[in-house]
């Protein structure tokens, strides 16, 4: 069974930066693609950015583009989302998520494994 553990949310104001953190335990994810979704509320479940298994594609939505960089070290398991330049739209929980395969999609379904999501406020 694999767990997922996000950290790094927090408070901050617009123009600020956070590094949201997903440690990955149970087994090794080093085959598998990730994700970094995010869910305002009142609003649909919504993809970040995805990260194939070896980190050579990557994939960002329109609205995080030249903000927003996913990487993975595959030694520790773990995958980041470096969130720079950070706007009061950004404000949501962020969950990370891990593909059953080698490469990510952008489709929430396709993710079986799901961590508990952390909050990030950002203030204007």
């Known amino acids: 069974q694999v767990q997922l553990v996000e950290s790094g949310g927090g408070l901050v104001q617009a123009g600020g930066s956070l590094r949201l953190s997903c440690a990955a335990s149970?087994?090794?994810?080093?085959?598998?693609?990730m994700a970094w979704f995010r869910q305002a509320p009142g609003k649909l479940r919504t993809i970040v950015a995805t990260?194939?298994?070896?980190?050579?594609?990557?994939y960002y939505a329109e609205s995080v583009k030249g903000r927003f960089t996913i990487s993975r070290d595959n030694a520790k398991n773990t995958v980041y989302l470096q969130m720079n330049t950070l706007k009061p739209e950004d404000t949501a929980v962020y969950y990370c998520?891990?593909?059953?395969?080698?490469?990510?999609?952008?489709?929430?379904?396709?993710?079986?494994?799901w961590g508990q999501g952390t909050q990030v406020t950002v203030s204007s």
């Open positions: 998520a891990a593909a059953p395969l080698p490469i990510a999609t952008t489709g929430r379904y396709d993710y079986p494994y």
């Open positions: 149970g087994r090794a994810l080093s085959t598998n693609g």
């Open positions: 990260i194939s298994w070896n980190g050579e594609i990557t």
